[in-house]
């Protein structure tokens, strides 16, 4: 079941987003849980941890952290 797989680790990053204070952070908190569910799911590890740094850089940018 790839599940659990994909789900823990989007979860785990989504409760530390508040925690970080600056792009950066954010930014590598996104691009570690983008290569972990792009690594279970059997997609490219560098594309899913740069979407998720594009997404972790952007997010207060948008409103959603």
């Given at each position: 079941?790839r599940?659990?797989?994909?789900?823990?680790p989007?979860?785990?990053?989504?409760?530390l987003?508040?925690?970080?204070?600056?792009?950066?952070?954010?930014?590598?908190?996104?691009?570690?849980?983008?290569?972990l569910?792009?690594?279970?799911?059997?997609?490219?590890?560098?594309?899913?941890?740069?979407?998720?740094?594009?997404?972790?850089?952007?997010?207060?940018?948008?409103?959603?952290?």
């Amino acid at each position: 079941m790839r599940s659990p797989k994909i789900i823990l680790p989007l979860i785990f990053v989504t409760a530390l987003a508040g925690c970080f204070h600056s792009d950066a952070q954010r930014a590598g908190a996104g691009a570690v849980a983008g290569g972990l569910v792009a690594g279970a799911a059997g997609g490219s590890v560098v594309g899913g941890a740069a979407l998720g740094a594009a997404g972790g850089a952007l997010c207060r940018d948008a409103g959603l952290c």
